[in-house]
């Protein structure tokens, strides 16, 4: 018989279970999307050097949350189809994959954050405060990252089962902890001294480890549809090759906007510094906004890849329609919030003169085709559930790689920085197109042809 967990997935009331999934998920990401903005708040208070210095540090640490991300997906993706196919003891093994390949690849960034983190920041300026400051944060983020790879690794298996009010205790606690030790140890507090850009990245990576502390926790006591079996454990190609076949193309499409970054990065810190802080400050806000719509799609993904694996078509349709709807609502929103009061999202981050005449053109601009990303989203990570990963790195290659930076660089030799911003528009309108033409031939190969053929 299979487990009352199972049944939820496959036999609840889609609009209800996607609710009841995706709801406490987006509090979690809204209480993390916080947090990060919090953090950027208080490092700009600091001053704009700082803010900018996060900013070049982001596309490393973005790449190491492509990796924890990307991994956490590929383990999801297979646990999910596991459980749907009713094979327990084979999803067991998978969760153990999960945990170990978090920490190995937590071993990685640990060298690179010790090896890497100054030549990395050296790369984008020769200001000596800015490359000091950037190079601390780096380090610091890196090095303690071992929290954020096994964050990744238990609220990934927690949502797999469908424990998403697991995971939003998970994020909530460690936002919580990052937010209120932010202050006390960027600005000295309570006791401790003023570390500066320093005591940001320490409130970072210990909130991190708080959450993956309680991710172990509640997968040891209270995950009962999942365990992690440790003793004699082997790593089993098979589930490696299965792990990677959606990890890798995931971690490849979530290393791309680290890459994306590098390249915005240069292109406009030739421009000057603060126009590099506002496309940090729209980073955060973009973060925020899209926080919102992953917690539908992580939801959407655990239900499309379960009844993928139980072969039931018409609730994997039914739940792809309703994340649309309500992804499309989401960014239709955060777009409108960002169009009326740019100028008070700024003040935010305690922006200059320069950094509010370049921003609110530039927030305006960037945020215009919100709607059409969450298409994008939504589909790709309904290919991602069914295991099929690659689409979306294919797609964010082509809009952030190809089309993008090439654009970006383009206007801003003929536009200047008035124009380059329409970069973001355009790229958006050629990924929307991949994207619907990629998951039409894919819904037919992989569902139409095999589950809804009409009868004879």
Avoid at 90 to 112: P, Q, R
Avoid at 116 to 122: E, K, L, Y
Avoid at 355 to 362: C, F, K, S
Avoid at 382 to 390: D, E, F, K, N
Wanted: aromatic share 10%; net charge positive.
């Amino acid at each position: 018989m299979k487990q009352t967990q199972e049944n939820k997935l496959g036999v609840y009331p889609i609009p209800k279970l996607l609710r009841s999934m995706a709801l406490p998920l987006i509090v979690a990401n809204v209480i993390t999307a916080l947090y990060n903005i919090v953090d950027g708040i208080y490092v700009a208070h600091l001053s704009e050097v700082a803010l900018t210095a996060t900013t070049l540090a982001f596309p490393a640490q973005l790449l190491m949350q492509s990796v924890a991300g990307g991994t956490a997906t590929g383990v999801n993706s297979l646990l999910s189809r596991r459980l749907g196919a009713g094979k327990r003891k084979e999803a067991d093994v998978v969760a153990a994959h999960g945990f170990l390949l978090a920490a190995i690849s937590y071993l990685v960034f640990l060298v690179l954050g010790l090896v890497f983190s100054g030549t990395f920041i050296g790369a984008f300026s020769e200001n000596t405060e800015l490359c000091t400051m950037g190079t601390q944060y780096l380090t610091i983020v890196l090095v303690g990252s071992i929290g954020s790879f096994l964050t990744y690794s238990m609220g990934g298996m927690l949502e797999a089962v469908g424990h998403a009010g697991l995971c939003m205790t998970m994020s909530a606690v460690g936002a919580v902890t990052n937010i209120v030790l932010d202050p006390i140890l960027i600005f000295g507090k309570l006791g401790f001294p003023a570390m500066g850009i320093s005591g940001a990245a320490i409130a970072t990576v210990f909130s991190q480890i708080v959450s993956a502390v309680l991710g172990i926790i509640f997968n040891l006591f209270l995950n009962k549809d999942v365990s992690i079996p440790l003793k004699n454990f082997r790593f089993v190609k098979r589930d490696l090759e299965e792990i990677y076949k959606v990890g890798i193309p995931s971690i490849l499409m979530q290393s791309l906007g680290s890459i994306m970054n590098v390249g915005m990065n240069k292109i406009l810190i030739a421009d000057s510094e603060a126009a590099v802080s506002v496309f940090g400050a729209y980073y955060k806000m973009q973060t925020f906004v899209f926080m919102l719509v992953f917690g539908v799609t992580q939801a959407q993904s655990i239900i499309v890849g379960y009844n993928y694996g139980a072969q039931k078509p018409q609730r994997m349709r039914q739940v792809i329609k309703l994340a649309l709807v309500s992804g499309i609502f989401i960014m239709f929103a955060g777009t409108a919030v960002v169009h009326l009061f740019p100028e008070k999202l700024l003040g935010l981050f305690s922006a200059g003169e320069d950094m509010m005449t370049i921003g609110a053109h530039a927030l305006r601009v960037m945020t215009m085709p919100f709607c059409l990303s969450a298409i994008c989203i939504i589909l790709g990570d309904a290919l991602t559930g069914m295991g099929i990963g690659y689409v979306s790195a294919i797609n964010s290659f082509i809009r952030q790689i190809l089309v993008l930076l090439p654009l970006a660089y383009l206007l801003m030799h003929t536009a200047g920085l008035y124009g380059i911003w329409y970069a973001f528009v355009i790229s958006e309108f050629v990924s929307l197109m991949v994207t619907l033409i990629l998951f039409q031939k894919l819904w037919r190969k992989k569902v139409t042809s095999r589950h809804e053929q009409p009868a004879k």
